[in-house]
């Protein structure tokens, strides 16, 4: 089976033929000196290229149709295993708080059946893992200089 381009390429090159016949057609068909026969000629080849578009189309409407319901499929449900359930229902999450949007019930449900999202462990936490060992012994300030690009941004 073809892919969705090179569908794309050959509904270009059948509709471009089929967009200079019908050209060809109009001007022979105003033209009295041409014989009848020539623009019949014309005309079967027009009908015959407009069937193989028409054919062409179909094809690449269904592998589109296809294309779009596999990328919409719910990515969830989907996943072979918990662990993998559980990083796309995350990953959803993500998504729907940057892009301002409701999450699917689905990735509600495995998020609520699963550990609440932590950043950091709440028993007994008092933030002394907050940062790396290796940091945790400087001091942490802010900068002495004053950055001239802070507050153009």
Not at 10 to 33: F, I, M, T, W, Y
Not at 70 to 91: M, S, V, W, Y
């Amino acid at each position: 089976m073809s892919t969705l381009f090179a569908l794309k390429e050959k509904l270009a090159n059948v509709g471009e033929e089929l967009a200079k016949v019908s050209a060809e057609l109009v001007d022979k068909a105003a033209n009295a000196a041409i014989p009848i026969e020539e623009v019949k000629e014309l005309q079967g080849k027009k009908d015959s290229l407009q069937t193989r578009f028409d054919l062409i189309k179909e094809q690449h409407d269904k592998l589109e149709a296809e294309q779009k319901a596999k990328l919409r499929q719910d990515k969830i449900t989907a996943a072979p295993t918990g662990e993998a359930r559980l990083i796309a229902a995350k990953a959803e999450f993500i998504r729907a708080k940057i892009l301002g949007r409701d999450m699917s019930p689905e990735a509600k449900e495995v998020l609520a059946n699963t550990a609440p999202l932590r950043a950091l462990p709440a028993d007994g936490n008092t933030g002394q893992h907050l940062l790396p060992t290796t940091q945790g012994k400087e001091v942490i300030v802010e900068p002495f200089v004053r950055n001239p690009l802070r507050g153009k941004i």
